[in-house]
């Protein structure tokens, strides 16, 4: 069996969302524990491979070709028609199939953000993900989506049928790779190197971002869906609380010492959330990092008091995993999939109420028994979720569909 991938969205240096998704599951297509009986993978590209995927080998190559404009629409199918061997399925790990293929297709559809938002997208980009999306879904065999919520969504707004959509939940970087401090589990108390890594980590983010106390962690790209702005008025509330007129307690204890850290990348529409801190008062407290490299996350999310996703909408909420993974209790919205990721091991909110936001910061602040135990749960729903699962239920798919 010959399975082609377009490689492209894994072929990046800043890998999230889509990127890591589709890094992650070449790294383990390409393991030995999740081989197929007798399967070969091509997997396409328009720029060299970077040196962090997968090496050639017998089992394991790579086509470089262009031109690089409308390269799925255009250079993608005429490759796949006129050059041999043709694979017997063709996985995208994104919305967009090849238009024209001479082989089944397979696709992974990450969430419908842009059904339920468009007024949070940039025209031209609307217009490709709905009509892309469409074609793709329409005549993929298969639609991969990393969550049961996602597959509501695709299988209402596609009008697909049921056994079409396949959940495959995404994995967590239980190894972040080239980490300077990262263990490959969770340390224990008889283990002397834990308070060693713990000092070296807190240095780091000490002398390289000027974090110097305690801090509340938001990760994730700049963009409305991701409710930042209203998160940054919460925590202004916390800071202020004589300013909290519908909260439980407007007389709670000011958290003057405590600053909001925001690990990302702009992405869109990014204005306002740059605005917010200085709108709401806190532009002393509230820090934007841009990208930070995966190896010095695991410093953030072990040293933060609470890491806090309040999303409108997410396809899955894989920093709500990585926080747990990394003994860091959670804060998140009660909407679309991200009960799925957090299960009983996070504190729920409406992402559209400021106060109901700044009371469970506080409650997360001021309860540090809280704490330990959704840190305790947290270690226990991260077992749920692998990278190896992940790609082993793609793999599955895959296969069936090249048989048929």
């Not at 790294?27 to 040196?51: D, H, N, T």
């Not at 135990?373 to 069936?400: D, N």
Request: aromatic letters at 12%; one cysteine or more.
């Amino acid at each position: 069996m010959l399975i082609g991938i377009d490689g492209n969205e894994a072929n990046v240096e800043k890998r999230v969302g889509i990127g890591e998704y589709a890094f992650e599951l070449l790294r383990q297509f390409s393991s030995s524990k999740c081989k197929v009986q007798s399967a070969k993978f091509i997997v396409y590209l328009k720029e060299k491979p970077r040196g962090d995927l997968p090496k050639v080998n017998g089992n394991w190559s790579y086509k470089v070709f262009g031109p690089k404009k409308l390269w799925t629409q255009f250079a993608l199918p005429f490759n796949l028609y006129t050059n041999k061997p043709k694979p017997d399925v063709f996985f995208t790990p994104s919305h967009y199939a090849p238009r024209l293929a001479p082989c089944p297709t397979v696709i992974s559809i990450m969430d419908l953000s842009y059904v339920h938002f468009p007024e949070m997208f940039k025209k031209s980009d609307l217009f490709q993900l709905k009509n892309w999306t469409a074609y793709s879904a329409k005549n993929a065999k298969k639609i991969l989506t990393i969550s049961k919520a996602s597959k509501d969504d695709i299988i209402k707004v596609y009008k697909v049928p049921e056994d079409k959509v396949v959940v495959t939940y995404p994995g967590v970087k239980f190894e972040i790779r080239n980490s300077k401090f990262e263990t490959n589990s969770r340390p224990k108390a008889d283990q002397p190197m834990a308070e060693k890594f713990k000092m070296q980590m807190t240095k780091l983010i000490s002398e390289k971002y000027g974090i110097k106390g305690d801090y509340i962690l938001f990760v994730g790209t700049l963009q409305p869906r991701k409710n930042i702005v209203r998160l940054i008025e919460a925590f202004s509330l916390v800071c202020h609380p004589e300013r909290s007129e519908g909260s439980r307690d407007s007389s709670a204890t000011p958290q003057n010492d405590m600053e909001l850290i925001i690990v990302g990348k702009k992405g869109w529409l990014y204005e306002e959330i740059l605005e917010a801190p200085k709108k709401f008062g806190v532009q002393d407290k509230v820090k934007f990092l841009d990208f930070v490299p995966d190896e010095e996350l695991p410093s953030f999310y072990k040293n933060a008091l609470c890491f806090v996703l309040p999303s409108l909408y997410e396809g899955f909420g894989l920093p709500v995993l990585e926080a747990m993974k990394y003994g860091c209790p959670v804060i998140t919205s009660n909407v679309s999939s991200l009960p799925e990721a957090g299960g009983d091991a996070a504190l729920y909110v409406d992402p559209k109420d400021v106060s109901d936001i700044a009371d469970n910061l506080r409650l997360m602040i001021e309860k540090p028994q809280l704490r330990k135990e959704l840190i305790k749960k947290g270690y226990e729903q991260v077992k749920k979720f692998s990278w190896e699962k992940t790609a082993k239920e793609t793999l599955k798919t895959l296969e069936e569909v090249a048989k048929k």
